[in-house]
Structures are given as C-alpha cells and as structure tokens.
C-alpha cells in the first residue's frame, strides 16, 4: 500500500500568518493516465473532512485562493497564506492513485 | 444540492454483520460513484471501498472478505455491508460521492458512529 506520510504532526501558528503542510509518498502518484491524484482535506472539528485541493493544485469549488497545492511525483505541500480562525482542524493528504487509496496521518494546525 | 445522509444501528455485537445506507439527493447515482470512508475514534481516514457509477465495485484489501457495497439506483441510496464485527471496527462511517473533474470525495456525509462491543 502507499504510505503518506506528513510533516509536521502539529502545526501551530499565529493567525494571519502562513501555514505549509508537507506530503510525501512512498511512491510516484503519477497514474498511468498521466494524472497525478493527490488531494488535500480539512476535517474541522466535530465535521466531516471536506475537499480543498484535487490533482495536486486545483482548488475545489469556494476553497479561498489563500490554499495554494503544489508538488509533483511523490512530493507536496500545502500551503496556507494568512490563516484565519475557520482553516484550524485537521488536515489530510489523500492518494486516489493506487489501490487501495490511501489517505495521510494528518496534521493539526492549531493557533500558536 | 448534493446531499448525502448515512444511517445505520449505531451500537452493534462482535461477529454481528453491519448493515448502513447512504441516502443520497441532488445527483443520480448512475453519474457519479459514492465511496465508503471509516474514522476510529480519534484517529485517521480510511477508505474502505467505492461504487462506481456503472455499479462495478473496488474495495480495500484489508476489509474486503468482509465488505459488500451496493446500490439501489431508483430509492437513490448505496448500501454498506460489513460481517465479523469485531471492536477494532468501531468509528465513524462516511459516505462520500465523486467529483466530476477527477476529484475523488468532492462531497461527504455527515456520518454515522457505529460503536461495536459486548
């Protein structure tokens, strides 16, 4: 299976501010379709996880351009510009790749 | 509006088979395909198995001698079935549909918490 592993655990930062969420596979996340399925998730606190980015860097419908994707292979990163109250939760990287489709352990980003 | 409701017993027995609906509306089940997603308790995601729009199935290796997940397209909801219940089972289960542009859980369920203990 293909491990996601982000850094950091915890991520604590000042509001206004900017937050940058690593994601590293254990192996390229290029399909052979020439896709690259790596998605990001936010699951704030007593909710369900919902969609922010899908295929590395595209933003899902009413994610604010402050959420920017990057990466490419089996490397990326989130980044968070001027974090605001309402980005804290969870955060999850996904593969939709390879099966079995695998999601990261998540990463925390909570105020400083 | 694309909405989707899980529901299911809430409290089951070890070795009991699980039984949950994902009722969905807004968007027809020939059209997008509706995954199945688990939460342990304070833990991570993980994705247990999906539906495809022409009704073919994929499920994760881990559960799949236990999984079965079906849909009834006219009452609009995909059905969960999971046997050998086993504690380790317990969290909360997400029903989740597709995107259209290659997102893979583009809208989610609220979920439903099935706890299994004795």
């Known amino acids: 299976d293909v491990v996601l592993t982000q ?22 996340l290029v399909h052979s ?12 606190p007593g909710q369900s996880p919902q969609l922010l980015i899908y295929k590395v860097s595209n933003r899902f419908s009413g994610v604010p351009d402050r959420f920017i994707g990057s990466g490419s292979g089996s490397d990326f990163t989130l980044k968070i510009s001027r974090v605001e109250p309402e980005d804290l939760g969870v955060y999850y990287c996904f ?8 999601f990261g352990s998540g990463t925390k980003l909570e105020i400083k | ?19 949950l609906t994902c009722t ?5 089940l020939t059209s997008n395909g509706v995954g199945w997603v688990r939460q342990p308790l ?3 995601l993980v994705w247990m198995g999906t539906i495809w729009a022409g009704g073919s199935t994929n499920y ?18 995909v059905f969960l079935k999971m046997n050998s219940l086993q ?11 597709h995107g259209n542009y290659g997102d893979w859980f583009a809208y989610w369920g609220q979920g439903t918490l099935v706890t299994v203990s004795s």
């Not at chain 1, 850094?7 to 390229?28: E, F, H, K, M, N």
Request: proline share 6%; aromatic share 8%.
């Open chain 2, 42 to 44: 304070g833990k991570g």
């Open chain 1, 7 to 28: 850094t950091p655990v915890v991520q604590p930062v000042t509001l206004g501010d900017q937050a940058s969420i690593s994601c590293r596979s254990s192996q390229s």
């Open chain 2, 1 to 19: 509006q694309v909405q989707l409701k899980e529901s299911g017993p809430g409290l089951m027995q070890p070795s009991e088979t699980l039984s």
């Open chain 2, 24 to 28: 969905v509306s807004g968007f027809s």
């Open chain 2, 60 to 77: 994760n290796s881990a559960v799949q001698s236990r999984l079965s997940i079906s849909w009834d397209t006219s009452k609009s909801q």
């Open chain 1, 95 to 102: 593969q939709g790749t390879h099966d079995p489709l695998t």
């Open chain 2, 87 to 97: 504690p380790e089972d317990t969290g909360t289960y997400y029903c989740a549909r």
């Open chain 1, 33 to 44: 379709n020439g896709n690259t399925y790596l998605e990001w998730y936010l699951q704030k």
